[in-house]
């Protein structure tokens, strides 16, 4: 069964920096496309990087120089690092799986505050 | 102002046909499979949708198509448990990102 459990939201201020995990079950990261969306409050989806599975990476303009994305093979986990955090930047991140450049599994998602 | 265009909102009594609609243009939905994802009540997302594949567990109420540019999610037989937030994604060539529209209300009345 697939399984994606996000961690590492918290309250952050402006400026600070944080790194979001998202632990893979079911199936390896190495082999697949993954993706991190992200949903501000009250707000609809809002995509934000894509790892394709041989390590090309994309980002949304918004986050893009900001945010990277990688992945740890050997303990299939998916990662956003997360710099220069602004307000707006405050949201429920979900980790997904990719099939066919379209997103097949979520996470439950983790929530990143940032506030002064 | 997104790439992708869906209907604000959408109703249906129980046992009715509704069908939601997501266009875009030829760099995303006319060139790409197109995912149509449930999210109820602001909880995590589900795909019930890939392309015109109905993911496994998800009811065959659900269906999908494609014209073009526009893609659509039809649900033969609403039921209560559909009413919910329906968003849709694709990749965009131009754009080089995936790009989500902003979403139908599906209301049950």
């Known amino acids: 069964e697939v399984q994606l459990v996000e961690s590492g939201g918290v309250l952050v201020q402006p400026g600070g920096s944080l790194r979001l995990s998202c632990a893979a079950s079911?199936?390896?990261?190495?082999?697949?496309?993954m993706s991190w969306v992200r949903q501000a409050p009250g707000k609809g989806l809002e995509w934000v990087s894509v790892i394709y599975s041989g390590g090309t990476t994309y980002y949304a303009d918004s986050v893009k120089g900001r945010f990277t994305i990688s992945r740890d093979n050997s303990k299939n986990t998916l990662y956003l690092q997360m710099s220069s955090l602004r307000a707006e930047d405050t949201a429920v991140y979900y980790c997904?799986?990719?099939?066919?450049?379209?997103?097949?599994?979520w996470g439950r998602g983790t929530l990143v505050t940032v506030v002064s | 102002q997104s790439a992708l265009t869906q209907e604000a909102s959408v109703s249906g009594t129980v046992g009715q046909k509704v069908t939601l609609s997501c266009t875009g243009d030829s760099n995303n939905v006319g060139s790409y499979a197109v995912g149509w994802y449930q999210q109820i009540s602001h909880g995590a997302p589900r795909t019930v949708m890939l392309g015109t594949s109905l993911p496994s567990g998800i009811p065959d109420r659900f269906s999908g198509s494609k014209s073009g540019t526009t893609a659509s999610l039809t649900i033969s037989g609403l039921q209560p448990e559909d009413e919910a937030d329906y968003y849709c994604?694709?990749?965009?060539?131009?754009?080089?990102?995936?790009?989500f529209g902003p979403g139908t209300k599906v209301t049950v009345l």
């Open positions: 079911g199936f390896s990261v190495s082999t697949n496309y």
């Open positions: 997904a799986r990719d099939k066919g450049l379209v997103v097949a599994s």
């Open positions: 994604s694709t990749w965009d060539y131009s754009l080089s990102a995936y790009v």
